[in-house]
Antibody
Framework: EVQLVESGGGLVQPGGSLRLSCAASGFTVSSNYMSWVRQAPGKGLEWVSV???????YYADSVKGRFTISRDNSKNTLYLQVDSLRPEDSAVYFCARDTYTSGRYAHEYWGQGTLVTVSS | EIVLTQSPGTLSLSPGERATLSCRAS???????LAWYQQKPGQAPRLLIYGTSSRATGIPDRFSGSGSGTDFTLTFSRLEPEDFAVYYCQQFGSSPWTFGQGTRVEIK
């Protein structure tokens, strides 16, 4: 069974940093495309970043240069290092295992999310 | 950036009714790269449809997706009580990947 469990969120001051983790089970993170998606309180969904199985990474313009996606194969865990945080980064951060089947793409499996609050 | 506009913002319907949700893109999106998600309060989104019309694992056949180019549709043949939620479309055809703002389906 595919499971994704996020952790690492919390309250941080503007300009601060956090490392979000997404522990996976039931599949191998390094063999899959993995994404982070966030949702500000009461708002819609915003894609943040993706890491492909080959290691290529992409970011939303709003986080480029401040956030870094990575993975630890030995721990089967996905990470999102979030630096230079701004109040507008406050959101629930979801990790997702993506599917790319017969040329079709989607975020197939989702974790329950971890809340990041940026406030002084 | 491709902007996805969903309509209506809120749909008020009764169980058993048919529902049609729209997702319009500001530029053409390949049909392979259009997905729909359902989200209930306090829960993570759940994949319903990918590749415009393919149902995800375990999704009942009362959900169907269609469309091409800039106009895409999610249809419920008959609303069940558990279908009342917020629905989002998303495109993967052009970076950055973008979501629509969501359509809330509420009980009338």
């Amino acid at each position: 069974e595919v499971q994704l469990v996020e952790s690492g969120g919390g309250l941080v001051q503007p300009g601060g940093s956090l490392r979000l983790s997404c522990a996976a089970s039931g599949f191998t993170v390094s063999s899959n495309y993995m994404s982070w998606v966030r949702q500000a309180p009461g708002k819609g969904l915003e894609w943040v970043s993706v890491i492909y199985s080959g290691g290529t990474t992409y970011y939303a313009d709003s986080v480029k240069g401040r956030f870094t996606i990575s993975r630890d194969n030995s721990k089967n865990t996905l990470y999102l290092q979030v630096d230079s945080l701004r109040p507008e980064d406050s959101a629930v951060y979801f990790c997702a295992r993506d599917t790319y089947t017969s040329g079709r793409y989607a975020h197939e499996y989702w974790g329950q999310g971890t809340l990041v609050t940026v406030s002084s | 950036e491709i902007v996805l506009t969903q309509s209506p913002g809120t749909l008020s319907l009764s169980p058993g009714e048919r529902a049609t949700l729209s997702c319009r893109a500001s530029q053409s999106v390949s049909s392979n790269y259009l997905a729909w998600y359902q989200q209930k309060p306090g829960q993570a989104p759940r994949l319903l449809i990918y590749g415009t019309s393919s149902r995800a694992t375990g999704i009942p056949d009362r959900f169907s997706g269609s469309g091409s180019g800039t106009d895409f549709t999610l249809t419920f043949s008959r609303l069940e009580p558990e279908d009342f939620a917020v629905y989002y479309c998303q495109q993967f055809g052009s970076s950055p990947w973008t979501f629509g703002q969501g359509t809330r389906v509420e009980i009338k």
